[in-house]
């Protein structure tokens, strides 16, 4: 998952950015979620140092134990950092891919799912 946001600057302050978006999970922690996660490669603090946090969560649970209708919840909280008060909108992107073994055919479920259904016989 990557989270990345424009921020309003304070030069007067130490740490500059006024806004600190920050990934955090649904439930209470990463492993209370559907596909019990768990950080790899990055420590909570060095994550959220800049205006990008990246994060790589891995399971040992299969994807197969995703039932149908379950959902992952990422929460993206906004807390002022280097100011008294925090009103402007802050634009952010957030990306999240998931990868699995290739013997798990989620990639043919999901295509089918967004693939268009186009009516049999429909006149134009």
Known sequence: MTLAWFTPINPGHRNLREAKLELTPGASNWTNMPLKLDRVDG????VQRGTVQHEVLEGNKSI???????V??????????ATAR???????????TLEVKEDIPIYQEIQTRIRPQVPIGANS
Do not use: E, M
Not at 43 to 46: I, K, L, P
Not at 64 to 70: H, I, L, N, R, V
Not at 72 to 81: A, M, N, W
């Open 43 to 46: 420590d909570h603090n060095q």
């Open 64 to 70: 197969s134990a995703f039932q149908d209708g379950d």
């Open 72 to 81: 992952i919840k990422i929460r993206v909280v906004c807390k002022k950092d």
């Open 86 to 96: 925090l009103d402007d909108i802050i634009p952010y992107g957030l990306a999240v």
